[in-house]
T-cell receptor, first 115, second 109 residues
Framework: DAGVIQSPRHEVTEMGQEVTLRCKPISGHDYLFWYRQTMMRGLELLIYFNNNVPIDDSGMPEDRFSAKMPNASFSTLKIQPSEPRDSAVYFC?????????????FGPGTRLTVL | QQPVQSPQAVILREGEDAVINCSSSKALYSVHWYRQKHGEAPVFLMILLKGGEQKGHDKISASFNEKKQQSSLYLTASQLSYSGTYFCGTARKGNQFYFGTGTSLTVIP
């Protein structure tokens, strides 16, 4: 299997611009997670989906952040408008079943820099 | 909500042992351990489930004290490849999941 695929790997944008991050989970995995990693806050769970349905978005920092999963093989995380404090590495991960019982497989991440 | 790990950082010589601790203030269903190398994604090492079941890496061991909501990761006879940042992750009811504060491990020759 190809593993979790994320694009782009690096994104540099200016404050106020819209940013869209993309993720393809491992085929057959029912859960998809979006994380943000910074030095200050570590790894934070932003939102997760089960069978394409958003279940918990309590980690999404602001209304500027939104996520969708239109089908089982694709998800997006959008930031509009972007701000310098959004600079971080964003990871997508997928899991076969619910988290208490199964591991997550992480994508390579998208390093976002907002100038 | 974020579990606390200790120590924050440790430096070992090849062949030495290390223990990394993870502590949560909430009741847990399971504890997960991941290792992340610089510039890479976290990679799964092990899950410890409530009730004693474990799954994961055969060269790394861990324990889970359900009463105390604590877990420890044991790295024995460390190798250079063990270097990285280790994160515990705590899973609670309803897929609530929190990564710990991280422990930086450096193995030197």
């Amino acid at each position: 299997d190809a593993g979790v695929i994320q694009s782009p790997r690096h994104e540099v944008t200016e404050m106020g611009q819209e940013v869209t991050l993309r993720c393809k989970p491992i085929s057959g995995h029912d859960y998809l997670f979006w994380y943000r990693q910074t030095m200050m806050r570590g790894l934070e769970l932003l939102i997760y989906f089960n069978n394409n349905v958003p279940i918990d978005d309590s980690g999404m920092p602001e209304d500027r952040f939104s996520a969708k999963m239109p089908n089982a093989s694709f998800s997006t995380l959008k930031i509009q408008p972007s701000e310098p404090r959004d600079s971080a590495v964003y990871f997508c991960a997928s899991s076969r079943t619910g988290l208490p019982y199964n591991e997550q497989f992480f994508g390579p991440g998208t390093r976002l820099t907002v100038l | 909500q974020q579990p606390v790990q200790s120590p924050q950082a440790v430096i070992l010589r090849e062949g030495e042992d290390a223990v990394i601790n993870c502590s949560s203030s909430k009741a847990l269903y399971s504890v997960h351990w991941y290792r992340q190398k610089h510039g890479e994604a976290p990679v799964f090492l092990m899950i410890l489930l409530k009730g004693g079941e474990q799954k994961g890496h055969d060269k790394i061991s861990a324990s889970f004290n359900e009463k105390k909501q604590q877990s420890s990761l044991y790295l024995t006879a460390s190798q250079l490849s063990y270097s990285g940042t280790y994160f515990c992750g705590t899973a609670r009811k309803g897929n609530q999941f929190y990564f710990g504060t991280g422990t930086s491990l450096t193995v030197i020759p």
